[in-house]
């Protein structure tokens, strides 16, 4: 006969449903993996899988009842740590579609957008453009995968506990949060300086030959310029696109230690 008491029973609930609310917070906001076109099932399966294969090195927990209010505060702290983690990923691809967004409103197609599944509004056809082009760098640079490693390592940076969670770490949010502009004007900043010059060239000529349509001729020079520039400047977006995600991750674990207050 097999016998247990009440103390090794919470204690296997605990060791299991903590880091799985981390994990699954995770998931649920990280980009690519928290997408809505990712069914629900599949991404509590996921964050079910990695926790049976993370509970046994999570380290000792606080003996908590699983129903008493330290639970539920320890759990809400999983999930604020879990999304923050994911956000500040999903800050490198804000700033990828902020770069669409401004290389479209150059080009004349800031009214050109559709409904994305992904977001639930309306977005750029730019911005849906240059976010698909992240989300293949992304992968192709195992981006996926080091997200689930550095979750994993979070256990060890910042282990379950009581202690409340340090407000350094939201200082770090904040300050990374300015990268959406900073490093969307930069991955945009070679195309808009050519539509730039093309927009200037336009209103000189406008001011040359009065006679021309700078309306009828405009819209289409900047369109096609900036067609042919996209088919340049796209490729060659993969090593700056690598320096955003790794600065990503950085940001992660300086959240990290914020929290824990180092």
Do not use: C
Not at 94 to 118: I, R
Not at 153 to 177: K, N
Request: net charge neutral.
């Amino acid at each position: 006969m097999i016998a247990f008491t009440l103390d090794q029973l919470y204690g296997w609930i605990n060791s299991f449903f903590w880091p799985f609310v981390r994990l699954l917070a995770l998931v649920a906001a990280a980009p690519v993996l928290g997408e809505s076109t990712i069914p629900k099932r599949a991404k509590i399966g996921l964050a079910a899988v990695l926790t049976v294969a993370v509970a046994p090195s999570v380290g000792p927990l606080p003996y908590v009842a699983p129903a008493s209010f330290e639970s539920f505060a320890i759990i809400a702290q999983q999930i604020l740590i879990g999304v923050t983690m994911g956000l500040t990923m999903r800050v490198a691809f804000a700033a990828v579609q902020t770069a669409g967004e401004f290389v479209g409103l150059q080009m004349g197609l800031s009214f050109a957008s559709f409904f994305d599944p992904a977001t639930g509004a309306n977005t750029a056809v730019l911005s849906r453009l240059f976010n698909i082009v992240a989300t293949l760098v992304f992968l192709g640079l195992d981006g996926h995968l080091l997200l689930l490693a550095a979750v994993v390592r979070s256990f060890e940076t910042l282990p379950i506990s009581l202690a409340p969670l340090d407000a350094q770490g939201w200082g770090v949010v904040t300050e990374w949060g300015a990268q959406v502009v900073v490093s969307g004007l930069l991955m945009s900043l070679p195309i808009i300086a050519a539509l730039l010059t093309i927009n200037l060239s336009m209103g000189i000529l406008n001011r040359s030959a009065p006679q021309l349509s700078v309306f009828a001729v405009g819209f289409p020079v900047s369109l096609l310029v900036g067609v042919v520039l996209l088919a340049l400047v796209l490729p060659q977006t993969t090593p700056f696109l690598e320096r955003l995600f790794q600065s990503a991750f950085e940001a992660a674990s300086r959240v990290l230690e914020g929290f824990r207050g180092a």
